[in-house]
């Protein structure tokens, strides 16, 4: 088999990371907004569930995480009789998710408190309601801020796609690894598969700082 022989079986395990990093990037970032609002609520509820949530998907492994929703998970559903399989690309996107959810609470979190009184006493001084305020003072400014974090965690959400071959989800790491058992071309097989991940880290992040320059511009449009 030679090596170009590769590129196919590649390609198509690219794609599937590419997914992947994709719908859980965006789910990740929509759970670390709630959640990390969730975090500054002033209601007792809200704030301890978003602080359980941050602390247990940030304390444990994700490769735990995506074990316990891939296999542990239906035996629990099948204890109280209900089928809670979940597709391996389903689990996978999830489990990657609420990783990236939780650790982007924090960052959401700290931009929001790193905007200045001065701004929050304004708002008030124009009548606005708490929630006006978050969403027309508040965010505009903290989102500008939030983006070179963010844009680091989904190049790492992107790292993180290789553990889903682990539950025999057809990625980029798990094409490799069937190539690799088959033709035994260790050093081949991982130099394309290390060229490969660096150059979608470098689409990402060159979309992500596209993206921080746009909200750079929104923040000064609304100020």
Same mark, same amino acid.
């Given at each position: 088999?030679?090596?170009?022989?590769?590129?196919?079986?590649?390609?198509?395990? *690219?794609?599937? =990371?590419?997914?992947?990093?994709? @719908?859980?990037?965006?789910?990740?970032?929509?759970?670390?907004?709630? #959640?990390?609002?969730?975090?500054?609520?002033?209601?007792?509820?809200?704030?301890?569930?978003?602080?359980? @949530?941050?602390?247990?998907?940030?304390? =444990?492994?994700?490769?735990?995480? $995506?074990?316990?929703?891939?296999? *542990?998970?239906? +035996? *629990?559903?099948?204890?109280?009789? /209900?089928? +809670?399989?979940?597709?391996?690309?389903?689990?996978?996107?999830?489990?990657?998710?609420? !990783?990236?959810? #939780? &650790?982007?609470?924090?960052? /959401?979190?700290?931009?929001?408190?790193?905007?200045?009184?001065?701004?929050?006493?304004? #708002?008030?001084?124009? !009548?606005?309601?708490?929630?006006? =305020?978050?969403?027309?003072?508040?965010?505009? %400014?903290?989102?500008?801020?939030?983006?070179?974090?963010?844009?680091?965690?989904?190049? %790492?959400? +992107?790292?993180?796609?290789?553990?889903?071959?682990?539950?025999?989800?057809?990625?980029?790491?798990?094409?490799?690894?069937?190539?690799?058992?088959?033709? %035994?071309?260790?050093?081949?097989?991982?130099?394309?598969? $290390?060229?490969? @991940?660096?150059?979608?880290? $470098?689409? $990402?992040?060159?979309?992500?700082?596209?993206?921080?320059? &746009?909200?750079?511009?929104?923040?000064?449009?609304?100020?």
């Amino acid at each position: 088999m030679h090596w170009t022989e590769y590129f196919g079986p590649l390609s198509e395990g *690219a794609w599937v =990371t590419i997914q992947l990093t994709g @719908y859980s990037t965006i789910l990740g970032a929509i759970l670390a907004f709630a #959640a990390g609002i969730g975090r500054l609520s002033p209601n007792l509820g809200v704030r301890s569930l978003a602080i359980a @949530y941050i602390e247990v998907f940030r304390g =444990t492994s994700l490769l735990v995480q $995506l074990f316990w929703l891939y296999f *542990a998970l239906p +035996l *629990a559903g099948m204890a109280i009789g /209900v089928d +809670l399989r979940l597709p391996p690309i389903v689990a996978g996107v999830l489990a990657l998710s609420l !990783n990236i959810g #939780a &650790y982007g609470a924090e960052v /959401v979190r700290g931009a929001i408190q790193s905007v200045h009184k001065d701004q929050h006493e304004a #708002a008030r001084a124009l !009548n606005f309601s708490p929630r006006q =305020t978050l969403w027309n003072v508040t965010i505009p %400014q903290a989102v500008p801020e939030m983006m070179p974090s963010f844009g680091n965690l989904a190049v %790492q959400n +992107l790292k993180d796609t290789a553990l889903v071959s682990l539950i025999s989800l057809g990625d980029l790491a798990f094409r490799a690894e069937q190539i690799r058992n088959f033709t %035994q071309d260790s050093t081949t097989i991982y130099s394309m598969l $290390l060229v490969t @991940y660096f150059g979608m880290a $470098l689409v $990402l992040t060159a979309l992500m700082r596209t993206l921080e320059f &746009y909200a750079g511009r929104w923040r000064t449009a609304r100020s």
